[in-house]
């Protein structure tokens, strides 16, 4: 019985196999955080989306992560407030930005100047959630 397995397949298996320790390296070194509560800023009132999203992932978090996620609202100005104080926070990973893309995106294009500039301060870490935006008539209405 002949084997059809090429070079290529034999090396990459092997290269495969030689990497698999130096992946579990990096999650070992990145074991101890968190090791403190993590503030987590909303930059928006109490009760909206972001808010409400925040908090259940600062919860699933906590629990996984054996410390807590502790959300802080930071409502004003479109987001800019919240947004520059995780900016001016230390860059130590236990300040986290909880936001809409406008706060981020949008702003850039509608104010002059910023406290903060998106491209440069800020890493994004996971997008949470997407939305539509939906445009509605009342019931009744013989729109087509």
């Known amino acids: 019985m002949s084997s059809n397995i090429s070079r290529r ?10 990497a698999i320790p130096v992946l579990g390296t990096g999650a070992r070194a990145q074991s101890n955080w968190p090791n403190k509560a993590v503030k987590v800023i909303v930059p928006y009132p109490v009760g909206g989306q972001t808010d409400q999203i925040a908090r259940i992932y600062s919860d699933y978090l906590s629990k996984q992560l054996g410390q807590p996620f502790v959300v802080e609202n930071k409502g004003g100005a479109s987001g800019i407030l919240g947004v ?9 990973g236990y300040t986290l930005l909880m936001t809409i893309g406008s706060s981020l995106i949008n702003n850039v294009a509608l104010y002059k100047e910023l406290p903060y500039d998106p491209d440069k301060d800020f890493v994004l870490i996971s997008t949470i959630a997407s ?3 939906l445009l509605a ?8």
Do not use: C, H, T, Y
Not at 84 to 92: C, F, I, L, N, S
Not at 137 to 144: N, Q
């Open 84 to 92: 520059g104080e995780v900016k001016r926070a230390a860059p130590d």
């Open 137 to 144: 008539v009342k019931d009744g209405i013989s729109a087509k």
């Open 9 to 18: 397949a034999i090396l990459a298996a092997g290269l495969s196999a030689a």
């Open 131 to 133: 939305q539509g935006i």
